[in-house]
């Protein structure tokens, strides 16, 4: 999804969209700057990422009579993160990391000031919203190909490498910054800064792959050929015949697989109940479905 962000037109002419992806950006930017300005970082919750490590070290430096802005902190820490991403992925996409990079290190300075301190001393309502907002933020700019930098890199380039989704990697990889959180702010806090670092791996995975709009059907029955017509013809809907064969009976069978949208679900199961009352209908939540009589094939 990341990486070469082009769209196939019709009759297979390849055009950028640089505008709406760094508008796309800038917006995402926007949102987790205000997020960590007015939820994490003023009520001490490190949710994981530069931004945790920098929130850790900003309150360790005013307890030394120190003050470091966590925006230039994390300008500071991005430098050899940003060297790594543009080793393995180009100046290409060194040119939206340094863009998600500096503009969120610049928000977050500029609008510290005038941005209200909210949920102050409500822990627990400042790691929800601050979590999600901030993963709606940063989803936002991963969406357009982008990065803030810090851990959202090394989750990028592990995504590449290991099926699974953005938000986990991020997940896994923050668990440390939350454990120096824990020294700093105690365990309370950090485990607050915990719920947040699961409430926005959740919502980036979320922004990035939708909620499950559509739904997948496996029909197993003795008439999957007349379950097969039903759906193509009633409900308009393709299906394709899957070769099976049942494990206790050692029987060839036929499973009829069909994807179809939330409000067909009931028509789906009537015209199986119809047909075959035995039959073994399975139904699983899909998150996209791109082709015909759905989304139209794109890369997002």
């Known amino acids: 999804?990341?990486?070469?962000?082009?769209?196939?037109?019709?009759?297979?002419?390849?055009?950028?969209?640089?505008?709406?992806?760094?508008?796309?950006?800038?917006?995402?930017?926007?949102?987790?700057?205000?997020?960590?300005?007015?939820?994490?970082?003023?009520?001490?919750?490190?949710?994981?990422?530069?931004?945790?490590?920098?929130?850790?070290?900003?309150?360790?430096?005013?307890?030394?009579?120190?003050?470091?802005?966590?925006?230039?902190?994390?300008?500071?820490?991005?430098?050899?993160?940003?060297?790594?991403?543009?080793?393995?992925?180009?100046?290409?996409?060194?040119?939206?990391?340094?863009?998600?990079?500096?503009?969120?290190?610049?928000?977050?300075?500029?609008?510290?000031?005038?941005?209200?301190?909210?949920?102050?001393?409500?822990?627990?309502?400042?790691?929800?919203?601050?979590?999600?907002?901030?993963?709606?933020?940063?989803?936002?700019?991963?969406?357009?190909?982008?990065?803030?930098?810090?851990?959202?890199?090394?989750?990028?380039?592990?995504?590449?490498?290991?099926?699974?989704?953005?938000?986990?990697l991020l997940l896994a990889v923050d668990a440390f910054v939350v454990m120096l959180a824990a020294l700093k702010f105690g365990p309370e806090l950090a485990l607050y800064g915990a719920v947040a670092v699961f409430v926005m791996g959740s919502t980036i995975d979320l922004v990035l792959e939708g909620l499950p709009v559509e739904k997948a059907a496996f029909i197993v029955s003795e008439h999957s050929g007349r379950i097969g017509e039903a759906v193509m013809h009633d409900l308009g809907r393709g299906a394709t015949a899957l070769a099976a064969r049942g494990m206790y009976s050692g029987a060839p069978r036929e499973m009829i697989f069909t994807v179809v949208s939330r409000k067909e679900i009931d028509d789906l199961k009537q015209i199986v109940n119809t047909i075959d009352p035995q039959a073994l209908l399975i139904i699983s939540d899909v998150h996209e479905a791109i082709g015909e009589g759905f989304k139209e094939m794109g890369v997002r």
């Open 1 to 168: 999804m990341v990486g070469r962000l082009k769209r196939i037109r019709p009759g297979g002419v390849l055009r950028h969209r640089p505008v709406r992806d760094y508008l796309w950006m800038t917006a995402g930017i926007a949102l987790t700057a205000w997020a960590l300005n007015a939820f994490l970082i003023p009520n001490r919750i490190a949710a994981g990422g530069v931004s945790g490590l920098a929130t850790v070290l900003y309150y360790t430096g005013l307890d030394l009579g120190i003050t470091v802005p966590v925006g230039v902190q994390m300008l500071v820490m991005n430098i050899v993160l940003l060297a790594i991403a543009t080793r393995a992925r180009g100046w290409r996409y060194a040119a939206k990391t340094i863009y998600g990079i500096v503009g969120l290190s610049v928000l977050i300075d500029l609008s510290a000031p005038f941005t209200p301190h909210l949920a102050a001393g409500d822990y627990l309502l400042a790691a929800l919203y601050g979590g999600a907002l901030t993963g709606l933020g940063i989803g936002m700019v991963f969406k357009a190909g982008g990065t803030t930098g810090g851990t959202d890199i090394v989750a990028q380039l592990l995504a590449r490498r290991i099926s699974l989704g953005q938000g986990q």
